[in-house]
């Protein structure tokens, strides 16, 4: 059974710093590409941050970077976003999703079920 777990969300002040955490099982953590999204009311879901399933290649949105950080373990099938310098706006439901290697779409197959980041000002 295919899980991803997401923690570590919560409330913040602007300035501060979160860390989210993804725990993954069920599938072969190592041969995916695992990313980071969010999405906050009325708005679309977007990508945040993404690294590749050898940990080599990371992608941040442009509204994250140099305050984000995403890495991953696959030792302990674990992704983190560590999100520092914290804006109100980045208030949302933060999800963990992984997509295989070889996937001939960008689709991202296995998704966890959130994790509320709330920023206030």
């Known amino acids: 059974q295919v899980q991803l777990v997401e923690s570590g969300g919560g409330l913040a002040q602007a300035g501060g710093s979160l860390r989210l955490s993804c725990v993954a099982s069920?599938?072969?953590?190592?041969?995916?590409?695992m990313g980071w999204f969010r999405q906050a009311p009325g708005t679309e879901r977007e990508l945040v941050a993404r690294?590749?399933?050898?940990?080599?290649?990371?992608y941040y949105v442009d509204s994250v970077k140099g305050r984000f950080t995403m890495s991953r373990d696959n030792a302990k099938n674990t992704v983190y976003l560590q999100m520092t310098s914290l804006k109100p706006e980045d208030t949302a439901v933060y999800y963990c999703?992984?997509?295989?290697?070889?996937?001939?779409?960008?689709?991202?197959?296995?998704w966890g079920q959130g994790t509320q980041v709330t920023v206030s000002s």
């Open positions: 999703a992984a997509r295989y290697r070889y996937s001939v779409t960008p689709d991202y197959a296995y």
């Open positions: 069920g599938f072969t953590f190592s041969s995916y590409t």
């Open positions: 690294v590749t399933w050898y940990g080599g290649d990371t």
